[in-house]
């Protein structure tokens, strides 16, 4: 109501689900409220698009009557300026069903268009110029809404001859009168005055108001002050200047009491059980001893495997460890790489190595991780979780000298990193592509320490320079917003409690005395000081916070301890001895364990007792598969390297590559997610139809999707483009193509497909039965062939498409005839499921591979084996048992590409002779599919890691890399990848993409280019 009485802010998520649920009448009248028919062109759309949907519902409930009404009443204000377009819906109404109608063909079913219409007004109503500045909801303080209704309350009930003291906020709803005096209700028994509480909180000695003097004056406690101090005792979650703004003007000698009050008011029996209390929840006892093979200068705990340490050394090493067995998983010597685009400073690094680590850390969900050296660079790896893989993301020439920090952060829903230096300057880094995003400038020494953080919404970024200055930073404003001296003037480290209310401090100045201290950010001042420190020192102390509870810091040879609530240090651990005098230290996510530099290149893991249970129950997991994973990062480079063949370590770690462009912005290609209104999983095949006009797509639940492009003014081919979006191809009710799956959810189900010629059928199969379908009308037209055994690979007899061949799971191949449903041959060869099939017709051959890494030429005409080979896998890799080969001719049917997780090869099909070979080699991610382009020139091949490689033929050798950030959104590049490609028919540069989570991505060169290589 309130929203369109003001017409100040239009509820968007309201209005869509009005049109979700049909409420048409309700719908209108809300958008009314904003703009009427006729305000513009974009108004006039929206009120068409909801009459009309309107009366296509009635028709399709056979309401005719209802359907004429509403032409002759609702849709006839827009005849005018459509007549052919409202011609065209007078003819509905004589049809049975309007979808026999070429225009509304692919309508579906009624929820499936709602959602569709809510798609096309979202669109519409933020190009309004009407609506487009109040679809967001007004930005108000606080403190702005009670304060808007005190202000009502006291306009309106000044109008009372005798006002209510207390009036209640529903009197606001109508015109209103307060009772006389004879009327007015007496306090009830149960109700406790102001007053009497607030005396009897003073009396109780909570707050001792004699003490609370100004200028020598004591002051007496009138109302307001007591008000005051009942609001910030029974109320301490709100600050102090939301309060005051609650009232009207307080003085500021009475802000100053205020100010005491609460500063006081702590009471003391929070911390008379704290040493008990860190007996039991502190991890104080040490458990693991990691042995480091140089001295550890970083480290951070992953955040959500919570035994995975990420430790960096003085040396540039960079090592993770499982702390629950005391395993070294993965270790990566520095390394200079020899590229062309890299600075001077860079290269010069060989010739003067001294370089160490100054901040290693994961990014918030453990998928990044990023490292600051001591010379001007920062890397950002990547960490694969699902993939089981890490590789080399990013190598940025940051600063000029030494990089002191680095964090992550995320403001506006794009992940950064942040990195300082001796150069004086904060950058900000887009965390996927290596943009420069930001450059904030003001310090007048190095900056120090950096501490991005998010407050109401709002992200900022608090720093710390090498001469205790503090300054504060909006990321839309890179001006300094807030600036104030370090206590004591020092090098400090900053850390927010993990609920993000609180910040704590932590340094070392010039003169060797050290702080730790809790900070209001706002206005720089001391909430409060920890005591406990050593009063001199020569190195800096370094801390961590945990839990909201505890404060801990290396200090004199021990951990010292600290309840955040208190000033008076709560403890002391000397972990065994051999502590450095300034330990660094790290908390896991919860607090369970804590991690601590000590002597001799060591790493020391206290546990307490939940500490100690996830210690064992971590060991007793075999993490075979993580010490893979990071195995490969060490030979990982960080881009294609060619035909090269893995070999031993050289002496050198200088790797040269050679010149590979990598396309990681939007600028140099186009690309477009298809979205399904259907919700399925992983895309597991995907094939373009043969006209180039739609592409058909299998899920891992059996679900068949398809996409058409219509024709339009911008298509008058309706070819596949990323100009505009496709429209899925749903029937009439919603019916969908979906194959059977096994009634065993845990078997392992391979699904398969292939397309006839003409568009017109489908075979398809996901693990079960064998089924064939009509692709016009999305109608199963009969099951082919029960399993077991299952299909694995279906592909139609190029002659005759009446006869298909199906490769089985037991490694057998099948040529059957759909027609007369009867099996024309079997053939056996095999000793593994099959994964590829292929008829050569210029040759009379069939090409069939499995998961044996076999390959095998047959006789088309006699079905008589001819010769086999096997796939030459490299030395030193090895195929998993799911690992599939498949094949795929060339377009003179003379040659075909064999893909492996391992390699891309090319034969010849007559004499299976290997001519062309290309091992993924120095690559951490192996290769998940790959298809030629349809000329024949290129190979598009889709990495693991998410990124697409761009192969010429002519030497098998990789031009291109497309990074995942070309084609997903930020937010789902860390966890979204593609799983198999498919090559446009008539198109050599476009491509699509069958992703994790359901969608395609179609992917195509920017217009300027046209092409993907060069001339």
């Known amino acids: 109501?309130?929203?369109?009485?003001?017409?100040?802010?239009?509820?968007?998520?309201?209005?869509?689900?009005?049109?979700?649920?049909?409420?048409?009448?309700?719908?209108?009248?809300?958008?009314?409220?904003?703009?009427?028919?006729?305000?513009?062109?974009?108004?006039?759309?929206?009120?068409?698009?909801?009459r009309r949907q309107k009366f296509l519902e009635a028709l399709d409930k056979r309401d005719h009557k209802a359907a004429l009404d509403m032409l002759?009443?609702?849709?006839?204000?827009?005849?005018?300026?459509?007549?052919?377009?409202?011609?065209?819906?007078?003819?509905?109404?004589?049809?049975?069903?309007?979808?026999?109608?070429?225009?509304?063909?692919?309508y579906g079913d009624t929820g499936s268009a709602r959602k569709r219409i809510v798609k096309e007004l979202r669109g519409v109503l933020d190009t309004n110029p009407l609506l487009q500045e109040i679809t967001k909801f007004p930005q108000s303080g606080k403190s702005r809404l009670r304060r808007l209704i005190n202000q009502s309350l006291n306009w309106q009930h000044i109008h009372c001859s005798s006002p209510h003291p207390q009036p209640h906020i529903d009197t606001l709803f109508t015109d209103h009168r307060c009772p006389g005096p004879d009327d007015a209700q007496n306090q009830s028994k149960g109700e406790i005055s102001l007053s009497a509480v607030t005396d009897s909180v003073i009396s109780a000695g909570a707050i001792n108001l004699k003490s609370l003097s100004i200028q020598g004056d004591v002051l007496t406690c009138d109302l307001s002050l007591k008000i005051f101090i009942c609001y910030s005792i029974f109320f301490p979650q709100v600050s102090t200047t939301i309060i005051m703004e609650l009232f009207a003007g307080p003085s500021e000698d009475m802000k100053e009491i205020v100010m005491q009050v609460v500063s006081n008011s702590i009471s003391r029996n929070d911390y008379q059980n704290a040493a008990k209390e860190l007996e039991i929840n502190f991890p104080k006892s040490v458990k693991r001893i990691l042995g480091m093979g140089s001295q550890p200068t970083s480290m951070d705990f992953h955040p959500c495997d919570e035994t995975l340490l990420l430790v960096g050394t003085n040396v540039a090493d960079i090592e993770i460890w499982d702390v629950s067995g005391a395993e070294q998983l993965f270790k990566r010597k520095f390394t200079v790489r020899e590229v062309k685009s890299v600075s001077e400073v860079f290269l010069d690094m060989e010739n003067n190595p001294a370089i160490s680590i100054n901040r290693i850390l994961w990014n918030p969900d453990g998928t990044l991780f990023g490292v600051a050296y001591s010379k001007c660079m920062i890397r950002l790896y990547s960490y694969h979780k699902n993939g089981n893989y890490a590789e080399n993301l990013l190598e940025i020439d940051a600063h000029v000298g030494s990089v002191n920090d680095l964090a992550f952060s995320k403001p506006y829903d794009k992940l950064v990193a942040i990195s300082c230096g001796n150069d004086k300057l904060i950058q900000v880094?887009?965390?996927?592509?290596?943009?420069?995003?930001?450059?904030?400038?003001?310090?007048?020494?190095?900056?120090?320490?950096?501490?991005?953080?998010?407050?109401?919404d709002i992200p900022f970024l608090m720093s710390v320079s090498t001469s205790g200055v503090i300054r504060a930073w909006l990321f839309y404003n890179l001006g300094s917003r807030v600036t104030y001296a370090a206590p004591g003037l020092c090098c400090m480290k900053m850390a927010y409690s993990t609920d993000g209310k609180r910040l704590f401090l932590c340094g070392t100045n010039k003169n060797g005395e050290s702080y730790i201290v809790e900070l209001n950010e706002g206005e720089g001042v001391i909430i409060r000081n920890y005591l406990g420190l050593s009063k001199f020192r020569l190195d800096t102390v370094k801390f961590d916070t945990c839990n909201n509870k505890y404060l801990a810091a290396g200090d004199d040879h021990k951990i010292k301890i600290w309840d955040v609530n208190s000033s008076e240090m709560l403890a002391s651990i000397e972990a065994d001895g051999g502590l450095p005098e300034s330990p660094y230290v790290c908390f896991n996510k919860k607090g369970t364990l804590l991690a601590v530099f000590a002597d001799k290149y060591q790493i020391k893991i206290l546990a307490n007792d939940h500490g100690v249970k996830l210690l064992e129950d971590s060991a007793s997991v075999s993490t075979r598969c993580i010490a893979e994973t990071f195995g490969k990062v060490s030979v990982c480079a960080i881009a294609m390297l060619g035909n090269v063949n893995p070999k031993g370590p050289t002496g050198s770690n200088r790797l040269e590559m050679p010149v590979v462009s990598k396309i990681v912005g939007i600028s140099r290609c186009q690309s477009i997610l298809l979205i399904s209104e259907v919700k399925t999983n992983m895309i597991r095949r995907l094939v373009y139809?043969?006209?180039?006009?739609?592409?058909?797509?299998?899920?891992?639940?059996?679900?068949?999707?398809?996409?058409?492009?219509?024709?339009?003014?911008?298509?008058?081919?309706?070819?596949?483009?990323?100009?505009f979006s496709p429209r899925l191809w749903q029937p009439m009710k919603g019916a969908l193509m979906?194959?059977?799956?096994?009634?065993?959810?845990?078997?392992?189900?391979?699904?398969?497909?292939?397309?006839?010629?003409?568009?017109?059928?489908?075979?398809?199969?996901?693990?079960?039965?064998?089924?064939?379908?009509?692709?016009?009308?999305?109608?199963?037209?009969?099951n082919v062939m029960a399993s077991p055994p299952a299909a694995t690979c279906i592909v139609f007899y190029p002659p005759d498409n009446n006869i298909v061949g199906i490769g089985m799971d037991d490694s057998t191949i099948l040529m059957y005839n759909i027609r007369v449903d009867k099996v024309i041959s079997r053939l056996e060869g095999h000793h593994k499921r099959i994964s590829g099939l292929a008829f050569s017709t210029s040759l009379n051959a069939l090409?069939?591979?499995?998961?044996?890494?076999?390959?095998?030429?047959?006789?088309?005409?006699?079905?008589?084996?001819?010769?086999?080979?096997?796939?030459?896998?490299?030395?030193?890799?090895?195929?998993?048992?799911?690992?599939?080969?498949?094949i795929e001719l060339d377009k003179n049917q003379k040659q075909f590409l064999a893909v492996h997780e391992t390699q891309l090869a090319i034969y010849e099909v007559a004499t299976l002779q290997c001519v062309k070979q290309w091992p993924i080699a120095?690559?951490?991610?192996?290769?998940?599919?790959?298809?030629?382009?349809?000329?024949?020139?290129?190979?598009?091949?889709?990495?693991?890691?998410?990124?697409?490689?761009?192969?010429?033929?002519?030497?098998?050798?990789?031009?291109?890399?497309?990074?995942?950030?070309?084609?997903?959104?930020?937010?789902?590049?860390?966890?979204?990848?593609?799983?198999?490609?498919?090559?446009?028919?008539?198109?050599?540069?476009?491509?699509?993409?069958?992703?994790?989570?359901?969608?395609?991505?179609?992917?195509?060169?920017?217009?300027?280019?046209?092409?993907?290589?060069?001339?």
């Not at 209005?15 to 049909?22: S, T």
């Not at 005849?79 to 979808?99: C, G, P, V, W």
């Not at 180039?692 to 996409?707: K, P």
């Open 738 to 782: 979906s194959n059977d799956l096994p009634e065993n959810g845990s078997e392992v189900v391979i699904p398969c497909f292939s397309l006839s010629k003409n568009d017109s059928y489908v075979v398809s199969a996901s693990g079960r039965m064998i089924t064939l379908y009509n692709m016009l009308v999305f109608k199963k037209m009969r």
């Open 847 to 886: 090409v069939s591979s499995g998961v044996d890494t076999q390959i095998i030429l047959w006789d088309s005409v006699t079905w008589e084996k001819k010769r086999s080979t096997m796939l030459d896998i490299s030395i030193g890799w090895s195929a998993s048992d799911l690992s599939e080969t498949t």
């Open 429 to 456: 880094w887009d965390a996927v592509t290596g943009a420069k995003l930001y450059t904030f400038e003001g310090h007048d020494a190095p900056v120090y320490s950096i501490c991005p953080h998010l407050k109401e």
């Open 72 to 106: 002759l009443k609702d849709l006839k204000v827009f005849a005018q300026s459509n007549k052919e377009l409202y011609k065209e819906m007078t003819q509905l109404l004589i049809l049975d069903d309007f979808r026999e109608h070429h225009s509304l063909a692919t």
């Open 1 to 50: 109501m309130l929203e369109q009485e003001t017409g100040y802010f239009f509820d968007m998520k309201y209005f869509e689900d009005m049109i979700l649920d049909g409420n048409w009448v309700d719908a209108e009248n809300y958008l009314s409220s904003f703009t009427a028919v006729d305000d513009n062109k974009y108004s006039t759309k929206i009120y068409f698009e909801i």
């Open 689 to 723: 139809t043969h006209a180039g006009n739609g592409i058909l797509a299998l899920a891992q639940d059996g679900i068949h999707l398809l996409w058409r492009w219509p024709k339009s003014d911008s298509s008058s081919s309706g070819t596949a483009t990323t100009k």
């Open 922 to 1015: 120095a690559f951490c991610a192996r290769i998940s599919h790959s298809t030629y382009s349809c000329d024949g020139q290129l190979v598009f091949a889709v990495m693991r890691d998410g990124n697409v490689l761009i192969v010429g033929t002519s030497d098998l050798t990789p031009r291109y890399e497309i990074d995942p950030s070309a084609y997903l959104m930020p937010r789902h590049s860390c966890y979204v990848y593609p799983v198999v490609v498919a090559s446009h028919p008539q198109d050599p540069n476009q491509f699509a993409l069958g992703l994790s989570n359901g969608g395609v991505a179609v992917m195509e060169p920017d217009e300027s280019r046209g092409k993907w290589t060069e001339d």
